[in-house]
């Protein structure tokens, strides 16, 4: 990014606004405070308001400005009182005024209860001015509240971005697995929807440190809510069934979620314990997610509802519970397991762009998936005003296995794959004062193993393993391991209006891996040596010094972090006798700076430079058979990534007007030290490796979004758009060639009650893809997408609903136009709350559905075989 750019972001976030504050006193014609008293800055008479206040208990208020105007109009306005307004100086100044009564004779008014009231960095949704008589759980009514996005995998955004906590009456219960609260608390159970913006989570650093993340806070009517829900269900065809039961209880002492999930419909009820945590300090260099290193060939899922597509039979049970010992002290049990069977039928058809050359490849797919997970959280957390503790034991074990039949052409390939994986992690953080300082404690230290096994056949790749030669069978077997600690200790002291908190700290990584591949023919069995076999140890430590500089007044909030990094890599392979020793000291700055500039406008800047290094995945000698047509080695030297990114925000919302936007802006570049290899064979068998060769990425983002809540048409509009470029250098059988990607979307939403009687929702995405490889243009990807669904309400306890979707690309020769229909009808009977509801699903009997997408160098075109015509009946209740 050029230096003339970077000015102007700093100058469109740095501008100089003359600041001023006013502040003082409202009273009334006895000298007695008046308590909830407007106070309006504008302009004039007719302006822009500049920005606002509420005098409190005490009668006293204060508004702070950023404008360079020499003269302002301040208007007081007090319920009972006549209108205080005056043209004021734009300067520092303490002002005491004196409202009179208001002897006018009022005019009949309607009251109305607030939609959407903000009271300082709270926003509160009221839940019964967007819940219409079809909504059920509270994720429903979510989904209308303008600034809130619930994305199609379960995560809510704010303003665009991702939610840092979901409290329930204040309480964290689920610790990122949200959805099983959102999609299971009843619509009915909650008075309001808060957004906690700027929530610092622990109270100790309220005072010290700013937040620019928002949290979530779910109000319940009823002080002590013991609740839940529960669905049976049955249809055909084939033979469907479901069933579900979850009991709920919220007090201030206890709060539980138990769920037990069961169907064949369709529903991947594995997403209600998808886990949306964010890291709560620094830079995660620990993954505790389920990571394969070998796998069969899947299909692209399709971009729509999974119960259109999935074939399977699933069964999820979790147990969520929190009890707080005393005042701020909870214990948290999270403990999850899931048992999924899946069957996916389909096949891709994938074009191979090569510089000299078009390969084609038709693949004829039936997989058959099998997932087993326990999945277990253990939290001990006390969070006081003068105290920080958070102990998290996190276990988890995954006992996955995969077969599948791929038929490309005139041979079939069988697949059998068991990837088993594991994992133990505690972190531990602690913050205590000593003297007039914040001392500080931090540990995170996990152990993941991971035993997996993939058998091919007939074998594959016979030039470069069996002297061109078939073999019967190939299996490569991995076994791997990782143990991760990282400690850190330091302080936090506040000087005037800087907060400064430097720390030290050391981690270590210890990984390991053997593998070997083996081929079996007549009988016999070759285990291949030389380049087929690794056995490798990774040994990676970081010593660190960290400085972290935090400024926080008014409307200004500034951070930067200012780690030094010592790194020691020692890697070594015994058995292909290679090894490489790397030491590195590091410079990775992060600066953040956010101004509020008027009461309803923000905007923020940030840069940082980041030096990555490659893991044990990245670093392997020997060749790994990672599917049935991949081989993938790295005989090369260890990867470093050096990174530069920079990002602006323009942020806007009004809640009183019900209006929120957000605009946003990123650039990133990227040095690397190798360029990535892909041989492709007239077969489409593809050997991947590292070359040793610097080269460069570039990538730019530009993102806007906006949405509005109509209260007099009952209607939330949502648009947004995306714009993105990237570009990077690709060897591609020996050539190097330079690949560009540009992605232009744009997406509609659309929630309304048209009448009492009638209510609408619709999406509409629209998306076009274009990739240069050197000199050749890619054939445009244009994709469309539409969903409307409509709501007829035959009585207050009764509606039929018709769902439609509408899919469109421009590259299939044949399915480009899908469509989709669905129709449902649902009784409530009012004696006892339960709804009755009968549906039909795929009601034009749409059999297949057709996904195109790319990558740098290939068109990949997903034909996946969908669910058949089906009728469902099931009975819901809530208790």
Request: aromatic residues 12%; hydrophobic residues 35%; without cysteine.
């Amino acid at each position: 990014m050029n230096k003339t750019f970077l000015h102007f972001l700093m100058l469109i976030s740095l501008s100089g606004y003359a600041q001023s504050s006013l502040f003082g006193k409202i009273l009334d014609e006895n000298n007695q405070t008046l308590s909830g008293a407007t106070v309006i800055v504008s302009k004039d008479t007719t302006g822009t308001i500049l920005a606002y206040g509420i005098s409190n208990g005490e009668g006293d208020f204060k508004v702070n400005l950023h404008t360079e105007v020499d003269s302002l109009f301040l208007k007081i306005s007090y319920i009972g009182y006549r209108t205080w307004q005056q043209r004021i100086q734009n300067k520092d100044q303490r002002l005491e005024i004196a409202l009179s009564p208001s002897s006018e004779a009022l005019k009949e008014v309607l009251v109305e209860s607030k939609i959407i009231d903000h009271r300082g960095d709270t926003i509160s949704y009221s839940v019964s001015a967007f819940k219409d008589q079809k909504d059920r759980v509270i994720a429903d009514v979510l989904k209308k509240m303008p600034g809130i996005e619930i994305l199609p995998g379960g995560q809510i955004e704010y303003q665009g971005e991702p939610i840092q906590k979901y409290y329930i009456e204040g309480l964290d219960l689920l610790e990122g697995r949200y959805s099983l609260a959102n999609n299971n608390i009843s619509a009915d159970d909650v008075s309001k929807v808060q957004i906690l913006e700027n929530h610092q989570p622990v109270k100790l650093l309220d005072s010290l440190e700013f937040s620019e993340r928002a949290s979530l806070n779910i109000k319940l009517k009823k002080n002590v809510t013991v609740s839940g829900s529960a669905e049976l269900g049955a249809g055909s065809s084939p033979l469907l069934w479901k069933s579900k039961v979850t009991p709920m209880l919220f007090t201030k002492q206890n709060q539980a979620i138990v769920t037990y999930q069961a169907n064949n419909t369709g529903s991947d009820v594995s997403r209600e314990i998808r886990d949306f945590s964010i890291a709560d300090f620094g830079r995660e260099e620990f993954n505790s997610s389920k990571s394969d290193w070998l796998s069969i060939r899947q299909l692209a899922e399709p971009p729509f509802s999974q119960e259109r597509w999935l074939d399977n039979n699933v069964h999820l049970g979790s147990a969520n519970y929190l009890i707080r010992l005393k005042k701020d002290v909870d214990l948290k049990t999270n403990i999850s397991y899931l048992n999924d069977a899946q069957q996916q039928i389909g096949n891709t058809q994938t074009r191979f762009f090569t510089p000299t050359d078009t390969i084609d490849l038709l693949e004829r797919t039936n997989n058959d998936l099998f997932i087993n997970s326990l999945q277990s959280k253990f939290i001990l957390e006390k969070n006081t005003d003068d105290d920080y503790l958070k102990n998290e034991l996190e276990i988890n074990g995954f006992w996955d296995s995969q077969r599948g039949n791929i038929g490309t052409g005139n041979s079939q390939i069988r697949q059998r794959l068991s990837n088993p994986f594991s994992v133990i992690r505690n972190k531990l953080r602690l913050l205590k004062p000593v003297g007039k300082q914040l001392v500080t404690f931090r540990s995170n230290t996990g152990y993941t193993e991971a035993n997996q096994n993939l058998q091919v056949q007939p074998g594959q790749f016979e030039a470069r393993l069996n002297n061109e030669d078939n073999s019967a069978e190939m299996q490569q077997n991995i076994e791997a391991s990782t143990f991760f600690s990282d400690n850190t200790a330091g302080f936090t002291k506040k000087i005037k209006e800087v907060t400064v908190s430097p720390e030290v700290g050391v981690s270590v990584k210890n990984q390991s891996l053997g593998s070997e591949l083996s081929i079996f023919d007549n009988n016999e069995d070759e285990v291949l040596g030389g380049d087929f076999q690794n056995n490798l140890d990774f040994l990676s430590s970081r010593f660190y010094a960290t400085s972290r500089f935090v400024y926080k007044k008014d409307n200004w909030n500034i951070r930067l972090t200012t780690p030094v990094n010592y790194r020691s890599f020692a890697i070594e392979d015994a058995t292909l006798n290679e090894a490489q020793d790397l030491n590195h000291l590091t410079f990775e700055p992060n600066f953040y700076i956010k101004n509020k500039f008027s009461a309803f406008w923000e905007t923020s800047l940030s840069a940082n430079l980041s030096n990555d290094f490659g893991d044990m995945n990245q670093v392997y000698f020997g060749f790994i058979l990672n599917n049935y047509r991949n081989l993938q080695n790295y005989n090369s030297p260890l990867p470093e990534n050096f990174s530069q990114n920079y990002s602006w925000q323009l942020r806007f919302r009004n809640p009183l007007k019900s209006l929120f936007a957000n605009l946003s802006y990123s650039f990133g570049r990227t040095k690397r030290n190798l360029l990535y290899s892909n041989q492709i064979g007239q077969n489409a068998a593809t050997i991947f490796e590292a070359v040793a060769q610097e080269n460069y990425a570039n990538s730019h983002r530009l993102n806007i979004k906006g949405s509005k809540y109509f209260s007099k048409l009952n209607t939330t509009l949502s648009l947004g758009s995306s714009y993105s470029i990237s570009n990077r250098e690709q060897l591609l059988n020996g050539n190097l060639a330079d690949v560009e990607n540009q992605n232009l979307g744009f997406k509609l939403d659309l929630e309304s009650e048209i009448t009492d009687w009638l209510s609408a929702s619709y999406t509409g995405n629209f998306s076009f893809l274009q990739t240069r490889f050197e000199a050749r243009n890619f054939d445009e990807i244009r994709t469309q997408q539409h969903e409307l669904d409509l709501f007829f309400y035959l009585a207050d306890n009764q509606y039929f609903s018709v769902d439609s979707e509408y899919y469109f690309n421009n590259i299939s020769e044949e399915n480009r136009n899908n469509y989709f229909l669905n129709v449902s009808y649902q009784y409530t009977f009012k004696d006892s709350g339960i709804d009755l509801e009968a549906s039909w699903n795929n009601v034009l009997n749409t059999d297949e559905f057709v996904r195109v997408s790319n990558t740098d160098f290939a068109y990949v075109q997903s034909t996946y075989r969908l669910r058949p015509s089906q009728v469902l009946v099931s009975l819901k209740f809530s208790f």
